[in-house]
Structures are given as C-alpha cells and as structure tokens.
C-alpha cells in the first residue's frame, strides 16, 4: 500500500483545515487507516483512526470535538477535517495503514510521507 496525505498549511489559530490521504496499490487489503502527528522535538501521536469497512471510528482525548476523520471507499480516500485548529496543533501529519483498530503506532505498517500543518496564534 503507498500513501500520500496532502492538505497542510498555515492557518490562523481558530481555523479549519482538511487533510487527505490517498491510498494506492493493494487496498483490498486495509482494514484500519489512521492519522498520527509529530511535533518538533517529540514522538509522533495517534490523532485518529477508521475502519476502512465499517466507518468505526476512534479519536485521542485532545481532539474529540474538534477534528473528524473520514474515508471514500471508492476513491481510496481518508480525510481529516480539522476545526478550531491551536498553535500546538502545529505538527507534521502523517497518514497510515494498520490490521489492527488500535492507536499504537507500532501496529501501523505502512506510512504516507506526512503534511505540515503549522497554526499561528
């Protein structure tokens, strides 16, 4: 599975972004596809994960509320809507693909190239 996210930019704190994710090669094969986040100077975070078939989806306490992710079976898309952005939401986003419903990062075995989302204040 290759994944590209696009979507990132500079943003005032208090405004929206959307990320997508496009996933290309053997993508009968996904089952859970999440976004994560890496801030400079700390580990890359679970952010949000969805299961490919169902819709199920699970979100990290810090953005319930805030952020929506969401998937296009048919384009081979998932997307991060990401509302009253904060300057610590600042973080390159990366996009993933796992067999597991799970935010460890561990169980992400494939990897997009990661977005810069940069949030002023």
């Known amino acids: 599975v290759q994944l590209q996210a696009s979507g990132g930019g500079l943003v005032q704190a208090g405004g929206s972004l959307r990320l997508s994710c496009a996933a290309s090669?053997?993508?009968?094969?996904?089952?859970?596809m999440g976004w994560f986040r890496q801030a400079p100077g700390k580990e890359r975070e679970f952010v949000a994960a969805?299961?490919?078939?169902?819709?199920?989806?699970y979100y990290a306490d810090f953005v319930k509320g805030r952020f929506t992710i969401s998937k296009d079976n048919a384009k081979n898309m998932m997307y991060l809507q990401m509302n009253n952005l904060k300057p610590e939401d600042t973080a390159v986003f990366y996009c993933?693909?796992?067999?597991?419903?799970?935010?460890?990062?561990?169980?992400?075995?494939?990897w997009g190239q990661g977005t810069q989302v940069t949030v002023s204040s």
């Open positions: 090669g053997r993508t009968f094969g996904i089952y859970v």
């Open positions: 969805i299961t490919w078939s169902g819709g199920s989806t």
């Open positions: 993933a693909v796992s067999d597991r419903f799970t935010p460890s990062r561990n169980e992400y075995g494939y």
